[in-house]
């Protein structure tokens, strides 16, 4: 008995063996994920134990004598209210940066005939560059002063108008002396408590993100090879994966892969299928999920398209990301028009029609067109995108790329992928059935 057990346990182990070679991808990009995961931590929660301290501050004065509390500029109120600025009070430009601020350790100061606003941008630094941030962060403290004489019924008006607004806001500003006190020299204030601060203070960076980098690494590349071990007896040897290069392909790089995809134009039974696709990813449209990161919300319509692509191919899931995104505006319209936005879904459909269609769908393959749309279309495209609509500047681009879009789309990856995986799985034998899907396709999803 107990030979037979070492001969069980080391086909077990030569068959697990196996699935690390099939599982390959997995495990890269999983450690990939993993490492990038760690960056943002460490850069989001590294302290430096040092006080190393960049001052952003703005000289003004109003042009009449106004009757306010100056301290109630740097109000906490205030503070919050400027946050939710969403255009500039001066121009009507859309700014998205102020949501994301956080200047501490606000003074004002009394001088002669003008007050000095001063703020501790430390925690503002998201680039590198300071020329930005310190513009950003003057552009925050103005509008602090600006505030005190708007009320927020006007702002939320203004917020929501499609025109500049009313050029009252600014009446009481002293533009002329801001431009000549406050935008000559942009070098900071830097204040460090010890001389070998600076050079302490990296040493600590360094050890604190190789902590946080090699622990999140480790973590994903055991979560990799436990999800491999969970699935070894997914793997079936004994079944012959065939490719015709017509009914089911190896790859997508093939002529007629993409020429056959065209005759879904002129099959009534395909479109109508889509029409139904379409009109569930339209309900999805409002169900709406918070995920946790600003705007971001979550859905489930990438599972009703991702069947769509994978049934009908590459041109027809251009007309699919088209259509779903212009009639999910038409139904539930979520700020201006944007044909960037159009893109990014017409670029996340045909990934899906590319990793999927009439080839054996696998975790991988679906972890791979998740890790294509997540990042490709949602972090990039989403965020050039929002960042062309709301007229963002670099600093702006960054702190949203790095706060919002990223950590978003690296955290639900791993989840989204095996939701997809299992609902494809799920519905591909009422497809066979349905004469949409060979039947050689619809037996043999596997995990490798």
Known sequence: MEE????????KFKRYLLCLKKGWLIIVILSVI??????????????????EISYSTLNFRYKVDVN????????????????????????????????????????IIKKDGYYTLEANMDSFNVSQDYSYNDAAAKGFLKHLTLLPFITDTEIEEYNNSIDKGNAVFTTYFD?????????????????????????????????????????????????????????????????????DNKNIYRTPFHKSFFNDSLKVFKDLKSLVMIA?????????????????????????SFLFLS??????GPYPALVIGLLSDILGYMVRPDGPFFIGYT????????????????????????????????FLCNVIIGTISRAIMYSMGYDAFMTYLLTVALPKNIIYLLPQSLLL????????????????????????????
Not at 83 to 89: E, Q
Not at 424 to 431: C, G, Q, R, T
Request: hydrophobic share 45%; with cysteine.
């Open 175 to 243: 533009n002329d002396f801001y431009k000549a006190n406050s935008l000559v020299d942009n070098k900071l204030i830097t204040r460090i408590s010890d001389p070998n601060a600076a050079s302490l203070n990296q040493q600590d960076r360094a050890i604190y993100y190789t902590i946080w980098i090699a622990s999140l690494f480790t973590l994903m590349l055991v979560v990799a090879l436990v999800l491999i071990y969970i699935f070894i007896d997914k793997l079936n040897k004994d079944i012959k994966k065939e490719y």
């Open 68 to 107: 306010i509390n100056y301290n109630d500029i740097i109000s906490e109120n205030n503070i919050n209210r400027c946050k939710n600025i969403t255009k500039s009070l001066e121009t009507g430009s859309k700014i998205s940066t102020y949501k994301y601020v956080e200047l501490k350790d606000y003074k």
């Open 421 to 448: 995986f299992f609902v494809l799985k799920a519905v591909s034998m009422p497809l066979y059935h349905m004469n949409l899907m060979d039947e050689r396709i619809s037996t043999n999803f596997s995990f490798f």
């Open 34 to 51: 993993g490492f990038l995961t760690g960056l943002i931590i460490a850069n989001k929660t590294f302290n430096p134990k040092y006080e």
């Open 307 to 312: 069947v769509a692509c994978m049934l009908f």
């Open 343 to 374: 893109i990014q879904a017409m670029v996340a459909c045909f990934a899906y029609a590319l990793c999927f269609h009439k080839t054996y769908v696998t975790f991988t393959r679906c972890l791979v067109a998740r890790v294509i749309v997540n």
């Open 4 to 11: 037979n057990k070492e001969v069980k346990q080391e086909s």
């Open 276 to 300: 139904l696709l379409l009109g569930l990813v339209m309900v999805c449209k409002f169900i709406p999920i918070p995920s946790g990161f600003g705007e971001l919300g979550l859905g489930f």
